[in-house]
């Protein structure tokens, strides 16, 4: 089949531009640094646009999410954004006093329809089409897509939008037994998430207050200073509890010591929620057993904020003036700077290897402006792509290119062959 | 990297199922097929979820189209759905007497938002951050989102949706000339784009009416009965004319007669709008150009309605109770479907050819089901995959599987080996 992919881009097409000062009505460091980058557009206070870059971390992201909800068993569907009233009084969260983050609008007709927030309404009742019998289930459903949260105040750039990109997976269960054996395995999947992403080190799985069906649920909190959540970690068991839930019957439960705990601020850029038959009962999802019994069906959420986990990223790998993205969410695999000035040997070269390197499938940007050297490199801090390859007069006279992981710090020189076959494994 | 792509899926496990009664409340091709073979669920009149094998189609054409968008030099972006009432206002578009199909809602504090219908506005203000000089431009930014239209009515199925997913791509361009000549190459893309996904003879490129910038706009009509618009078609040039621009001059303008037109009813798929300078003068997006003087941008808008392209291939080629999807948008490249009954040996043979194929990255929708024949081919015809795999106790005893092409109706005996080799170079 006939494939352009977007794997390469020569900066000079770029729309987007860095620039050097910081936005005056920013206070948070993810929304700075990524309206410098070039990576989102303000539209107002909560709402940003994802510009290429951007969305193409964005989509990185999403990638994860995505294998690592397909290899969980979850099915991908699209649930629509218009809400129906009727089915959200169903469930009793129609109302702005219970729920009070809704967006509503209303049809030519007056009828009233809300912005969807969540989906446990929505997903319960398509399933009322579908389950009858215990061979139904257990399904896992899961949707990536923008939310609309009204928030009151919304000044930690896309940490808190009032819409951002979203994964919710529900789970549809026979019973507990097989709702929990899901949920311990839904746990392994979002640290896999996490750790893929970058933030395995920083995240702590979290034991938070849970519902009527059961006693905990999980966060997945990232430590950051600027995190809005306090949380007590317990670093040797890489465990925490949130503040809601601190005692000492829970400690006691949980094996926790007091004294052994650290007060953190974290983000919280996931979640597990046992729902039970909350919102089977309201929406009267049953099926048949084995005996032809009715039975109601066992329910779960599992949430991950693609967009706040972007804006977590910024906050733990940003700093003034400079950001290093994860290898697997950068927006490239390495960054082509070619150094050439006025010297046309040098622009040739650094064109062939541009060439060589995206017909072998590695994804480059490519510097490829006439603009003075140090101009180029802040511009590369910014857009903090990991691995950067400098081509110059000076490594062309040493028939070679200077790699730079940015990580470490290390420079090594190497071919244009060995430079395919250092990125095309990874 | 590490990749779960979903390439395959056993039908046991697909939560959607097949219904073989219409839905009541649909009077639309479109929404009865795809309801009746689980791709899409209704929420309300116009707003419909996509279910697993919905989302598939969806995504099938999504990246025929992204393809071809960036192969035209189109960087991607993700504009908001929130709207500001300011910037609009700036266009002349905020009141419903100008734009009569918004939906509106409001922040906590009172201040008006719209849900976007296009973006026309929003992403000529965030070309004033990025075009200064003529070495900006020309710049091409598309999207492939949700947009929301407050349709009166909405009966047909997802062909005009409330809620419906849409690509708009925006040219930015110095000057009439740069823009005409990118407009022609759009019309390359548009072309190849609805010949991928199955359209291409079925639909016409048609003049339509033009705004002050240019005489005409063009539409991609598609031929179909159940087409709301009406224009007429020169069959051996294959172009159109919508009835709106039909008279002497504009037949004498585009060489066309009278008499060898025909009046067919067609859906329009796509379109191609010059905006000129309307929205750049409105919103004060200008350039410098090599003399220094200040010049403004010149604009076009270019959209394709996903949604609606997988609606029309529906009213194309589907017929009572039955679905032939086009090669590349179908959800699964093959439906393999095994007739066991209760012989372990067939189920092990059919068993092990999944396993080949999947290994082979061929996807595979695996009929695994301990069902009647009838009933499973019935499911199959709804479902739509135009090749089918039967594995029975007749095909192993041949020592190979019955392949049916059905659209041409044509069935071959392959082995596993033969068929790896049909299906990996498509």
């Known amino acids: ?13 770029l729309f987007s531009k860095t620039r050097f000062e910081s936005p005056k009505d920013e206070v948070s460091k993810n929304a700075d640094l990524l309206i410098r980058g070039g990576f989102i557009f303000k539209e107002m206070a909560g709402v940003y646009a994802f510009l290429p870059l951007g969305l193409r971390v ?26 129906e009233k009727e089915l959200w009084l169903k469930s009793g969260r129609w109302d702005d006093k219970v729920v009070d983050n809704w ?15 969540t989906h446990e309404e929505a997903l319960t009742d398509i399933m009322l089409s579908y389950v009858n019998s215990f061979r139904d289930l257990p399904i896992y459903a899961y949707q990536i897509q923008t939310k609309f949260r009204n928030e009151a105040r919304a000044k930690s750039g896309i940490l808190r939008g009032r819409e951002f990109m979203m994964k919710d997976l529900y789970s549809f269960s026979k019973d507990k037994k097989e709702h929990d054996e899901f949920y311990e395995r839904s746990k392994e999947a979002y640290k ?33 200073e600027s995190g809005e959540d306090t949380i007590y970690i317990d670093e040797a068991k890489k465990i925490a509890i949130n503040k809601e839930v ?15 705990l650290i007060e953190r601020k974290a983000i919280e850029v996931g979640n597990i929620f046992t729902l039970g038959t909350r919102f089977s009962d309201a929406l009267g ?9 009715s039975k109601q069906v066992f329910m779960g959420s599992y949430g991950i904020g693609l967009s706040r986990l972007m804006g977590t990223i910024v906050e733990i790998f940003g700093k003034e003036g400079e950001m290093i993205w994860p290898e697997e969410v950068s927006p490239f695999k390495a960054h082509l700077i070619s150094l050439a000035g006025n010297d046309e040997e040098v622009v040739k070269v650094s064109e062939k290897l541009y060439k060589e390197l995206t017909d072998a499938g590695i994804e480059i940007l490519f510097d490829d402006r006439d603009m003075r050297v140090g101009e180029k ?17 000076k490594t062309m006279e040493k028939n070679s290119f200077e790699i730079k992981d940015r990580v470490t710090g290390e420079i090594s020189y190497l071919n244009t062959e060995e430079i395919i076959k250092k990125y095309s494994s990874r």
Not at 4 to 11: A, D, K, S, Y
Not at 58 to 83: D, P, S
Not at 110 to 116: E, H, M
Not at 248 to 256: F, H, P, S, T, Y
């Open 246 to 260: 601190l005692n000492d019957e829970v400690l006691n439960e949980l094996g926790l010591r007091k004294d052994t």
């Open 1 to 13: 089949m006939f494939v352009v992919e977007c794997h390469h881009m020569r900066q000079s097409k």
């Open 377 to 393: 490199f802040a511009d590369a801090d910014l857009i903090g792509i990991p691995f950067r390859i400098i081509s110059s007069k």
């Open 285 to 293: 999802l049953k099926y048949k057993d084995e005996k032809g019994e």
């Open 103 to 117: 967006f509503k609008s209303e049809l030519k007709n007056g009828t009233q329809v809300g912005l969807a927030n």
């Open 58 to 83: 964005l989509k990185k992201i999403e990638k994860v999410i995505r294998e690592e909800m397909n290899a969980l068993g979850g099915q991908e569907v699209f649930l629509t954004t218009l809400q």
């Open 192 to 224: 896999k998430v996490f750790e893929r992403v970058g933030l395995g080190e920083s995240t702590y799985i979290t034991f938070a207050s849970g519902g009527s069906f059961s006693k905990y649920s999980h966060e997945f909190q990232t430590l950051t």
